[in-house]
Every structure is written in structure tokens, then in C-alpha cells.
Nanobody
């Protein structure tokens, strides 16, 4: 069983920054691929970013490239999402997720085995 707990969401003005954290339980966290998704009201859950177990390979949706950075600290069992130059369209509930089996289909939510409860990010204009 893996538990994921997100933190760091909040209200920020457009152009501002937030850093989301996701703390994971589990002795083999370092082997998981970790992802961030978001869901805005009335919209489907959307892939944002993912990072392989070593931290050396990352993936981003085009809309956040150059603004968001995903990283991980395997010693702390934590994955981060640094969000800069935030826009009102980034407003959503952000979820972290764990893929235990190293799937190649990282943009698909069905790939992930465990999910956090989500943290709200609101960007005002």
C-alpha cells in the first residue's frame, strides 16, 4: 500500500509561484515513476508532468513547459512541482500519483496505481 499526501497549494496572483510537495509512504519509493495531474472544474483530469525513478528523465505537457519543474528527493520520499509564471488557466486541483511498474504511458491517468487527495491551486488575474 502506498499513501500520497500533497501540500503547498493556495491562492496566488498571476505571474506568481508555488511549490507543491507530495510525500509518499512505501519502502520502494525510489523505484516509482511519479506524476502530477490537475483537474479544473468541469474538465477532465489532465497530465501535467512526470519523473522517472532516477530523476533524470522528466516529461511535461506543452502548456507548462518552461514554467513548471518536477523533481524528486528519494531520500525524503517526496516529489515536487515548482510552478512559476502561473496563469489563471493553471487553476485546478493538483494530484500526485505513483506508477509502480514503469509504464511508458505516463500521460494516461489509468497508468497510475496510487493517488493523493489533491491540493487546490487558484491563480487570480
Amino acid at each position: 500500500q502506498v499513501q500520497l499526501v500533497e501540500s503547498g497549494g493556495g491562492l496566488v496572483q498571476a505571474g506568481g509561484s508555488l511549490r507543491l510537495s507530495c510525500a509518499a509512504s512505501g519502502r520502494t519509493f525510489s523505484s516509482y515513476t511519479m506524476g502530477w495531474f490537475r483537474q479544473a472544474p468541469g474538465k477532465e483530469r489532465e497530465f501535467v508532468a512526470a519523473i522517472r525513478w532516477s530523476g533524470g528523465v522528466t516529461y511535461y505537457v506543452d502548456s507548462v513547459k518552461g514554467r513548471f519543474t518536477i523533481s524528486r528527493d528519494n531520500a525524503k520520499n517526496t516529489v515536487y512541482l515548482q510552478m512559476n509564471s502561473l496563469k489563471p488557466e493553471d487553476t485546478a486541483v493538483y494530484y500526485c500519483a505513483a506508477d509502480l511498474y514503469g509504464s511508458v504511458r505516463l500521460v494516461h491517468s489509468t497508468t497510475y496505481d496510487y493517488w493523493g487527495q489533491g491540493t487546490q491551486v487558484t491563480v487570480s488575474s
